[in-house]
């Protein structure tokens, strides 16, 4: 456990618990049915935190193979194959998280087309976003146990690198991995290893259709927005951008965190080269990740940013300004109506 995980962790519990009270207490009435998404979601990320820290998962590649693991000490409470399920729910939680920003866009643009939120977002359906994190991450699991648990292959040709790393033989640890070449020692030749070529395309078609829905569904929630701020101004509206910004921030953050560092992850030995840096770039980012993106929601979005200022205020003992004034300020429209908006 380095010292730098432990912090992560600290950070992700208070920030994303804060969360949790602000989406509970301070959410604005307009923003429905949507809190409880983002509740769902801030729950799952102190769930991540939470676990990662004692689950000890370190991640490598190696040649034309990669390696998920955790070291089983002699002390441990666990057995060899209770650790084994510790790597696998590991994984289970980490493919979840590919998906779980894809429910949010798929319901944000449902709040503001109404004929598609009332056809796939509304009523009872609305239950449906919150079992496709669930689905892909029992789906990346299955992928898990079936292409990529240990072999004797596996065990030859990590055996060594395992040694290097963590200094104990490859008996002493639990590890799921795969190589995607063979080599023949005779002829000097590889070929492809099938079995994990068949398991890393599911995993790329779970990440290139979430992203595709972030990117698809963000994109026509900005034109739509765009459109409907063109024609009015008002608090709806406000709250819409502040959640839609909020979310491209939040999930701008696991973009760059987890789903990057990832893809170079497979890549490297999909192409067989030898890249450690990918290795420790990889345990790095995943641990920050549920440490920073609560911050989007609490500094974007005006209640919770206004409570949070509130609450330092008189952590600080510093009373709030008693002589505050409302500006008012009247927005005109190229057609015959104009809307007046109160900036406090």
Not at 14 to 20: K, R, T
Not at 150 to 160: F, H, K, L, S, V
Not at 331 to 339: A, E, L, T, V, W
């Amino acid at each position: 456990m380095s010292i730098y995980q432990l912090i992560c962790t600290i950070i992700s519990f208070i920030l994303n618990s804060f969360l949790v009270w602000l989406i509970l207490a301070r959410s604005p009435k307009l923003t429905g049915k949507y809190k409880w998404l983002m509740l769902y979601t801030t729950c799952f990320e102190i769930f991540w935190g939470l676990f990662d820290l004692p689950a000890e998962i370190i991640a490598h590649s190696v040649g034309c193979a990669f390696i998920v693991f955790r070291v089983n000490h002699p002390d441990s409470l666990l057995t060899s194959d209770n650790s084994s399920w510790i790597v696998l729910i590991y994984t289970a939680i980490f493919g979840a998280s590919m998906a779980l920003f894809a429910s949010h866009f798929v319901y944000r643009y449902g709040s503001i087309a109404t004929n598609f939120g009332e056809k796939y977002t509304s009523g009872c359906k609305f239950s449906i976003l919150f079992f496709i994190p669930i689905i892909t991450g029992m789906w990346w699991s299955t992928v898990v146990r079936v292409w990529f648990w240990p072999n004797t292959q596996m065990d030859d040709y990590t055996r060594n690198l395992i040694m290097e790393t963590v200094g104990v033989g490859i008996e002493n640890i639990s590890y799921i991995g795969a190589k995607f070449y063979n080599q023949e020692k005779r002829n000097l030749t590889s070929h492809f290893n099938t079995p994990a070529w068949i398991g890393v395309a599911q995993m790329w078609f779970m990440v290139i259709s979430s992203m595709g829905c972030v990117f698809g569904f963000g994109a026509l929630c900005y034109l739509r927005l765009a459109k409907q701020l063109s024609i009015a101004s008002n608090a709806a509206n406000n709250l819409q951008v502040q959640l839609f910004y909020a979310l491209v921030m939040q999930t701008a953050i696991p973009l760059f965190l987890m789903h990057m560092p990832i893809t170079v992850y497979f890549l490297c030995p999909m192409l067989d080269l030898d890249f450690d840096f990918a290795s420790s770039f990889v345990a790095s980012t995943i641990a920050l990740y549920p440490a920073i993106d609560p911050l989007p929601n609490i500094l974007i979005i005006k209640n919770y940013r206004n409570a949070t200022i509130q609450l330092f205020r008189s952590l600080l003992c510093r009373p709030k300004n008693k002589y505050r004034t409302n500006q008012t300020s009247t927005i005109h429209n190229n057609g015959p109506r104009s809307f007046s908006q109160t900036i406090n």
